[in-house]
């Protein structure tokens, strides 16, 4: 039996090295398409790839953006960032998009819900750690200051000092909490459609609200019947189809 044990597990791995030799290959073939030139090609190799790697994201990205994909180009960059946070390229990629996009929404630094999203795809993991560290410690010290204060030594001063601590370590456990919901909940998507519908009811034949454009990124809450409820950065909401959209 141990034997048995034995030999299964290097049979895994000799399957598991090969499937990753398999994928190497398959990656630089699609690599070497895309340098000549042939996006379809290179696009056909890399989503035939089923490891989850950032580069593979990226160039994935790359080639639909060659392609004028717009929204199929902008859910490989944003799930690069997933997998590698604070990819320089992949966010200028992304800001390049919402720069030639249809649909001029409001983006980073135009609102302060805006600014604090642009600021979390920023930020790397290192820094994360750091502000939950910084709200730990600015916590600590506001109690330590109210609890002097209420000794009555300088009141005035460390009951201010006590509030503007507690204001920092709101913001700053606010935004961290920000972006580990937007990291977890993965319920934002992207429209990889020309133009998106949106209905009054999840079914075509209800009233039309507005319709949004390729590349847009909206939220998508409950789905029924082929269509998720979505609500985009502008706050406008209603029922799209939801083959029109890709989680991100």
Not at 31 to 37: E, P, S, T
Not at 165 to 190: F, H, K, P, Q
Not at 212 to 236: P, Y
Request: hydrophobic residues 50%; contains cysteine; neutral net charge.
């Amino acid at each position: 039996m141990r034997w048995f044990s034995i030999i299964a597990a290097l049979l895994a791995l000799l399957a598991n090295a090969a499937w990753a030799r398999d994928n190497a290959e398959i990656y630089n073939a699609g690599n070497a398409l895309y340098q000549a030139g042939d996006y379809e090609g290179a696009i056909g190799l890399y989503n035939s790839i089923t490891a989850a790697n950032p580069d593979l994201e990226y160039n994935r990205g790359a080639v639909y953006l060659k392609l004028g994909r717009l929204g199929k180009a902008a859910v490989h960059f944003h799930r690069a960032l997933r997998l590698k946070p604070g990819d320089a390229d992949a966010l200028a990629n992304i800001e390049y998009i919402n720069s030639i996009k249809k649909d001029k929404e409001r983006l980073a630094g135009d609102n302060i819900a805006g600014w604090i999203y642009g600021f979390t795809l920023s930020l790397m993991p290192l820094g994360w750690g750091l502000v939950v560290a910084l709200s730990l410690y600015y916590g600590a010290v506001a109690a330590m200051l109210g609890a002097i204060a209420m000794r009555k030594r300088f009141p005035k001063v460390l009951i201010a000092a006590s509030a503007a601590l507690w204001m920092l370590t709101g913001l700053s456990g606010g935004v961290a909490g920000a972006r580990i919901y937007e990291i977890e909940r993965g319920d934002m998507a992207v429209a990889v459609a020309d133009s998106v519908d949106v209905f009054l009811e999840p079914q075509g034949s209800s009233e039309k609200v507005f319709t949004f454009h390729d590349g847009t990124m909206c939220q998508i809450g409950r789905v029924e019947k082929g269509f998720a409820f979505i609500t985009l950065n502008s706050g406008f909401s209603g029922w799209a189809e939801i083959a029109n959209l890709e989680v991100i």
